[in-house]
């Protein structure tokens, strides 16, 4: 069993920075991938960033590559995601995903991920 909890989302003008951050409570911690999906009104889940604890393998959407970064803290079960130079169409819900115990093998699948946070809102103005 795993539980997520994001925290950091907020609004911000276009070009800000926000970092969001998931704190995790499994017993798998370096054996997960975890990260984030988000979702715009009207609009699907979106893979965003994602990440292998074991090895650090990072995977993004294209369309943040350059401009979002995922990183643990193995001390605190704690994952982020420091986005920077932020759009409009950056806004969502973001959600925090983990595997619970394995690898995801298509990790910008939604369902790849069993376990999801309650989700934070990201609001870009332009």
């Known amino acids: 069993q795993v539980q997520l909890v994001e925290s950091g989302g907020g609004s911000v003008q276009a070009g800000g920075s926000l970092r969001l951050s998931c704190a995790a409570s499994?017993?798998?911690?370096?054996?997960?991938?975890m990260g984030w999906f988000r979702q715009a009104p009207g609009k699907e889940r979106e893979g965003v960033a994602l990440?292998?604890?074991?090895?650090?393998?990072?995977t993004y959407a294209n369309s943040v590559k350059g401009r979002f970064t995922i990183s643990l803290d193995n001390a605190k079960s704690t994952l982020y995601l420091q986005m920077n130079s932020l759009k409009p169409e950056d806004t969502g819900m973001y959600f925090c995903?983990?595997?619970?115990?394995?690898?995801?093998?298509?990790?910008?699948?939604?369902?790849?991920?069993?376990?999801w946070g309650q989700g934070t809102q990201v609001t870009v103005g332009s």
């Open positions: 995903v983990a595997t619970g115990a394995s690898y995801a093998a298509a990790p910008l699948s939604p369902g790849a991920y069993p376990y």
């Open positions: 499994t017993n798998a911690w370096d054996r997960n991938s």
């Open positions: 990440i292998y604890t074991g090895d650090g393998r990072t």
